[in-house]
């Protein structure tokens, strides 16, 4: 997982403290960022990014 590349791209999104799950597609896609590692990223971060409006209701 390449921490430093995702923390950019969430600078460039003005992405602080939550994501949608339509924004993390679109970043994985534009920057080839596979979505698990944008997950992870979420997960591990303190404080950790919230998920908001999952595309498979998982989080919300």
């Not at 995702?6 to 939550?18: L, P, S, V």
């Not at 303190?46 to 998920?51: S, Y």
């Amino acid at each position: 997982m390449d921490e430093e590349k995702i923390r950019k791209a969430f600078e460039e999104y003005g992405i602080t403290d939550e994501i949608t799950c339509p924004q993390a597609f679109e970043i994985s896609e534009k920057y080839g960022i596979p979505k698990m590692d944008i997950a992870r990223y979420c997960n591990q971060r303190e404080p950790r990014l919230k998920i908001r409006s999952c595309q498979l209701g998982c989080f919300r």
